[in-house]
């Protein structure tokens, strides 16, 4: 997912998908911890993802204000 993608959604749709990323981000945390993560770049990725939200959430309140 690329940042021109998530700046043509809404703040609340941001908000489920930030939701639904903490979510994985934890269960692959969890994954991690007990050696069953098949894929260990999937966290990187997440990561990212989460911060991408949150840097578009933050343009969103920077222009509107």
Same mark, same amino acid.
């Given at each position: +997912? ?7 959604? =809404? ?5 489920? +998908?930030?939701?639904?990323?903490? !979510? ?5 945390? +969890? ?23 949150? =840097?578009?959430? !933050? ?7």
């Amino acid at each position: +997912m690329n940042a021109s993608e998530l700046r043509q959604k =809404t703040k609340e749709e941001l908000n489920s +998908m930030l939701l639904d990323l903490s !979510r994985e981000q934890f269960n692959l945390k +969890m994954q991690k911890a007990t050696g069953q993560l098949s894929k260990p770049d999937q966290v990187k990725k997440v990561r990212r993802d989460i911060a991408r939200i949150h =840097t578009i959430l !933050r343009e969103m309140a920077s222009t509107a204000s």
